[in-house]
Each structure stands twice: as structure tokens, then as C-alpha cells.
């Protein structure tokens, strides 16, 4: 059974720097797109970033850009979100989500990914 495991999250200050991990299990992850998902109250979920297999492409959303950066460790069967100079609007629920042979790009929508983790709340705050 394909199952996806995010690390906790946690309240960070604004500027501050955290690293989310997504762990999967029952599934090689080398051989599916991966992608972040947030989702703050009262809005929708929209996409972070996203990794394809073999690293074919990745992508990043535009809040992100020179500050977010996505990785996978293929030997630990784990991909990583490093999260740096946070802001207050960063705060939301972080998922990761999976699909097998996806391009990644800006055209990535929720409803393209079929395994999801449980969340992981992030908080930016003073």
C-alpha cells in the first residue's frame, strides 16, 4: 500500500528556516512526481512545488522562488522541502502528494495526484 508520511511541522519566526520531508513507503518514490501541497484557512489548496521521476523536471511556485527549494534522497525513499526566510502568509497545512510518470509544471493541480500524506500544519509567526 502506497503511503506518504510528512515530518511535523512546527511554529517558526518570520525570516526563520524549516525543513519538511515526505517519507514514503510501500512504493519506490524514484518512480513518481512528487509535490507540496498548502492549504491555508478559508483558501484553496494550491501547489507548492513538485519533482518529477528521475528528476525530469521541477517545479516552483511563484511565493516560493529564492526561498523554497525541493530535493529527493532516492536511497532514503524521501523527498525534502527546505523552506527558508519564511513569512507569515507561508503559514498553512503542507501536504505532499504522489503520481506516477507526471511532469511537473505550473499547470499542477490536486486533483492529478492520487496518494496524499496527512498534512503537516506550519505556523510563521512572532
Known amino acids: 500500500q502506497l503511503q506518504l508520511v510528512e515530518s511535523e511541522g512546527g511554529l517558526v519566526q518570520p525570516g526563520g528556516s524549516l525543513r519538511l520531508s515526505c517519507a514514503a513507503s510501500?512504493?519506490?518514490?524514484?518512480?513518481?512526481?512528487i509535490a507540496w501541497f498548502r492549504q491555508a484557512p478559508g483558501k484553496e489548496r494550491e501547489g507548492v512545488s513538485c519533482?518529477?521521476?528521475?528528476?525530469?523536471?521541477?517545479y516552483l511556485a511563484d511565493p516560493g522562488k529564492g526561498r523554497f527549494t525541493i530535493s529527493r534522497d532516492n536511497a532514503k525513499n524521501t523527498v525534502y522541502l527546505q523552506m527558508n526566510s519564511l513569512k507569515p502568509e507561508d503559514t498553512a497545512v503542507y501536504y505532499c502528494?504522489?503520481?506516477?510518470?507526471?511532469?511537473?509544471?505550473?499547470?499542477?493541480?490536486?486533483?492529478?495526484?492520487?496518494?496524499w500524506g496527512q498534512g503537516t500544519q506550519v505556523t510563521v509567526s512572532s
Open positions: 502528494a504522489a503520481v506516477w510518470d507526471y511532469y511537473c509544471s505550473a499547470y499542477m493541480m490536486p486533483s492529478d495526484f492520487g496518494s
Open positions: 519533482i518529477s521521476k528521475s528528476d525530469r523536471s521541477t
Open positions: 510501500g512504493f519506490s518514490l524514484d518512480e513518481y512526481a
